[in-house]
Nanobody, 109 residues
Framework: QVHLVESGGGLVQPGESLRLSCTAS???????MAWYRQTPGNSRELVAG??YYADSVKGRFTISRDPSKNAIYLQMDSLKPEDTGDYYC?????????WGQGIQVTVSS
């Protein structure tokens, strides 16, 4: 079992930045981690994982990892109102998938 805990969301104004964190605990051997989001009226989508970035966030979001802490991060710069939504940490391991509880990001003036 893998347990994921996210942090770092909140309310910001357009153009500002946020950094999301996700820490994994449990059996974290050979684990793949990524970030998804669900914006209002849309289905959940992959935002960033390994070298992949959704077109809508390229050049603004950066995923990074700290293996020593079993953590991944999502640095979100130049935030736009359309980035508003629930962000989820995702992990996959040996055919099993895990999701964090989700964290809200609101971009509004």
């Amino acid at each position: 079992q893998v347990h994921l805990v996210e942090s770092g969301g909140g309310l910001v104004q357009p153009g500002e930045s946020l950094r999301l964190s996700c820490t994994a605990s449990g059996n974290i051997i050979s684990i793949y981690m990524a970030w998804y989001r669900q914006t209002p009226g849309n289905s959940r989508e992959l935002v960033a994982g390994d070298v992949y970035y959704a077109d809508s966030v390229k050049g603004r979001f950066t995923i990074s990892r700290d293996p020593s802490k079993n953590a991944i991060y999502l640095q979100m710069d130049s935030l736009k109102p359309e980035d508003t939504g629930d962000y989820y940490c995702y992990a996959a391991q040996l055919g099993h998938e895990y999701w964090g509880q989700g964290i809200q990001v609101t971009v509004s003036s």
